[in-house]
């Protein structure tokens, strides 16, 4: 009787193994792969430095052959107005490639890239005209002091009429580092610390893309830290603009000995790319967030090639 039973047991495993080996299916992970690498091309230029452009190649999800940080032997080309400007030269200790002469305003500029194995690849951007900052001043001085925690400041512009315009801020603090002087603290008034100046804002032209910080208000308000805030004109085009900015002391140790505002003016395209570059940054280490598509004006490639103007305020702190 044991003896039965034992073998309706083993008979019962075997089939029930029969049964789950039936309803397995192998499954072998993939990816789906590009065709080709892409070429990338990155130039955001401006009147004060020359051109420098950058070369390198997408890259796989799961690289399956070594794919070079930089591309060192292309053709690199620069038109003014639809005439050769300039063919630049590669730098290798930069891994970029620069030209002799800076970009000029109110020129149509064109870039030609020819790769060995890559159909050529082209672009066309120009300068924008800046826009100036009207006036910047202390809107609350109860956090002038040192040690006080909040200055709030407002900026001011004039929003161009004749067509949409896109704009980053962002600051750079001038500031008295601290010494130790005769077993005290003491500032350093000869000499300078230059750095990012992180800001808040609670303006909604401002694309925010940093987590809301909590303030002792009880209001979230963004932060734009460290590489400035992306706004554009769509809610006040061609008015007169006041921004109301908000600064603390725990992101900004040292007192300020100048503040100066950087007012960049940018075509529709780098800002779109510039957006998109944030928010991938913002979400790089979560896995759950959809993909960021980085938009591109490189014909034939992938990238960025646009100019970009600045408007610069300086605020100087006279205490």
């Not at 495993?13 to 080709?36: D, G, M, W, Y």
């Not at 900026?155 to 004749?162: G, K, N, R, S």
């Not at 750079?172 to 130790?180: A, D, E, G, M, T």
Request: aromatic letters at 14%.
């Amino acid at each position: 009787m044991i003896v039965k039973k034992n073998i309706f047991y083993i008979i019962s495993i075997v089939a029930f193994c029969c049964v789950l080996n039936a309803c397995q299916k192998e499954f072998t992970p993939s990816f789906q792969e590009a065709e080709t690498n892409r070429v990338v091309v990155n130039c955001i230029f401006d009147t004060t430095k020359v051109f420098k452009v950058t070369l390198s190649q997408t890259q796989s999800v799961v690289p399956t052959e070594y794919v070079p940080n930089s591309i060192a032997d292309a053709e690199v080309q620069i038109f003014a107005n639809g005439q050769l400007l300039e063919t630049l030269t590669y730098d290798e200790t930069k891994e970029a490639y620069f030209s002799i002469q800076k970009p000029q305003l109110n020129t149509d500029y064109q870039l030609k890239v020819n790769v060995e194995g890559y159909e050529t690849l082209t672009s066309e951007a120009r300068i924008p005209d800046a826009v100036p900052i009207t006036k910047v001043y202390i809107s609350d001085s109860s956090g002038i002091k040192f040690y006080d925690k909040r200055i709030e400041y407002t900026l001011q512009l004039q929003d161009p009429i004749t067509q949409s315009n896109y704009y980053r801020l962002y600051l750079i603090s001038h500031q008295y580092p601290l010494v130790l002087s005769d077993s005290s603290i003491v500032l350093n008034t000869d000499s300078t610390v230059i750095q990012d100046y992180c800001f808040r804002s609670y303006d909604t032209s401002f694309e925010s893309f940093e987590p809301l910080a909590h303030v002792d208000s009880g209001f979230e308000v963004p932060s734009f830290c460290p590489n400035g805030g992306l706004f554009a004109d769509a809610s006040f085009n061609g008015q007169f603009k006041s921004i109301h900015l908000e600064m603390h002391n725990f992101y900004n140790f040292f007192p300020n000995k100048k503040l100066v505002f950087h007012l960049n003016s940018l075509d529709e395209t780098l800002f779109r790319y510039l957006r998109a570059v944030a928010l991938q940054e913002v979400n790089r280490e979560n896995p759950f967030v959809e993909s960021v598509k980085i938009p591109s004006n490189i014909q034939n490639g992938e990238g960025i090639f646009a100019g970009v103007s600045t408007s610069i305020f300086e605020l100087i702190n006279e205490e």
